[in-house]
């Protein structure tokens, strides 16, 4: 019997070896902080020569995200660390950890620039002039298209929670960069007022996507189990085994780019120890297949001494 063929929904793409998928990760992180550094040049230039709050709006968004995409190269550098004496499932929940550490730079810079604009709001300057201001935000979309495009080919490939926490910074980017030209037209054609409205809007949005960080970033610190359909693929991978005549306490978490899976098999009672070992090997090695980078641990069970219970409440959902 064919083995079913079994697909992260967060994986896009063909699984990646955890050798490759940790030279990508540390491209992405290099690549990150090229363009933040550079992002932020071009708008400390822009800013000083409009004094445009929305313009300051952006180049604290993209400090922002220097600073973030230092911390994702240090946690990537560590996460991607082979498993030690004392950390002997390896250094994963470093990613995790990163995720919040951006969320609060996140949220302080946010604070920040709320302060700034309801300033300017109460006592509107008006911009002479949006040139130099929108040279540099279609350089930004730009740059931070190219950058996008490539996080989201390492995305499909490691499944990273640190450069999903790093490429929504940068999504993020992508849409104030927009705004922000739209802002600086309508400031000077129209009301002066109209630059810090528009720095308000991407305060709030960045608080919004702080939030999103947090969560994933929780998941994987309390080891949430992975998503239903993964769950159900894996018990279809290890049932498609013709000698496999059951299967409980399945468990699972990710850490990292690192999968952990535990299940128990169910096998005649009548098999070898070794029929019953060679048996855990092939499940295992399909297994491998769809996730190179998991932990798999199988225990094989005689199938006359395995209670039938009901399947706890909590893993009907």
Known sequence: MPYPKMKSPDVES???????????????TYASIAVAITLIVAKTIA????DSVVLLATLIDSVLDGFASLINLFAVRHAITPADKEHRFGHGKAEALAGLGQSAFIAGSAGFLLLESGRRLLDPVPLE?????????????????????FQRHVIRKTNSTAIKADALHYR???????????ALVLAVEGWGGFDAVFAIGIAIYILYSSWGIVQQ???DLMDRELPCEEREAIEQIALAHAQVRGLHDLRSRRSGIATFIQLHLELDDD????????????VELQLQTSYPAAEIIIH??????????????????
Do not use: C, K
């Open 172 to 182: 993020t980017d992508f849409m104030v960069n927009i705004s922000v030209i739209v």
């Open 271 to 282: 098999l070898t120890l070794l029929q019953g070992h060679v048996i855990s090997d092939e």
């Open 129 to 149: 002039s949006y040139g130099a201001g929108l040279v540099v935000m279609l350089f930004s979309i730009a740059a931070t298209l190219a950058l996008m495009t």
């Open 300 to 317: 094989v069970d005689p199938a006359s001494v395995v209670p039938h219970e009901p399947v706890p409440a909590f893993l009907q959902d």
């Open 47 to 50: 800013w000083a020569m409009t």
């Open 217 to 219: 970033s929780l998941d």
């Open 14 to 28: 063909a699984p990646t070896s955890p050798e490759n998928a940790a030279r990508l990760m540390r491209l992405a």
